[in-house]
């Protein structure tokens, strides 16, 4: 018999180890915070943008899914994937309500997927956002980069407030990468926090590139978490490298920290992310085989599952 595989120690070289060294883990499949399912419209608008992301980013991002729907809900589910958040966003006003509709319509119908929603700053905000949170909704997208909004817009508050309530997780993209936006950056995102102490929250890409001050908003904040989101790979390294001790910076925030991959809108190989997330569970023994569980299962799937009872 040969013998177990370390997961550590043998990281996937490409998708074909995935499964393998997804069991070698020990976690009972992969839970993935941050995955991606559109209107088929809507993603090739989007796959269309990306075609030009030298001109938006200044460097090419060739996507590496780029196939069928039923295609990719099965690339997830050979990758050992169970259970996943399938995140929709807007960029105009109007468009919210009707995504929102959408991806709970859409979940419903795939096993693995769970409810989701997202919100932009209007009047009608409150009511679509309550009622998806009413039907179970689990997660709930703010993508502010995209949308070009101020989180901080009053037509929001309510928004917020009402999240905070369900207990349900509000993924945020907030950070300044891959380009700044008019109202992305930590500090503003902070002041979300201060008016909403008890919102749940994911940092998208750990707040790339701002990964100390997005440590820091967890340090201050216990209900917020980083997801991995790119992070650590060799293709965001180029533009926004971690910190030398982010391994030992994480020590403290093991719990809060959930798998996210931004399938299947990313560059490289799923199998990628999955590396990057081992070497620093390899990087430090206050890490090691406990975090890898826990970033790859635990935390997400926590977040995922029924809401905290607010009290």
Known sequence: MSPARDPLATPPVDDADVPAWVAATGVDGLVDLHVHFLPDRMLQKVWAYFDQAETHYGRAWPIHYREPEQTRIDLLRGFGV??????????????????????????????????????????????????????????????????????????????????????????????DGPIPGAHTGMDIFAEVLERHPRLTAVLAHAGLPEYERALGLLERFPRVHLDTTMVGTAYTEQFAPLPRDWSARLVDVADRVALGTDFPNIPYAYAEQLTAIASWAAADDRLGAPFLRSVLHDVPARLLGAPDPVG
């Open 82 to 175: 169970r259970t996943f958040a399938p995140l929709v966003y807007p960029h105009k006003p109007g468009m919210a309500a009707w995504l929102t509709s959408w991806a709970q319509e859409w979940a419903a119908e795939v096993p693995e997927a769970v409810p989701t929603a997202t919100l932009f700053p209007e009047e009608s905000v409150t009511a679509y956002l309550g009622d998806a949170l009413d039907a179970g909704a689990r997660a709930v997208k703010a993508h502010v980069q995209v949308g070009g909004y101020d989180p901080r817009d009053p037509l929001l508050d309510r928004a917020w407030g009402l999240i905070a309530e369900a207990g349900v997780p509000a993924i945020v993209h907030c950070g």
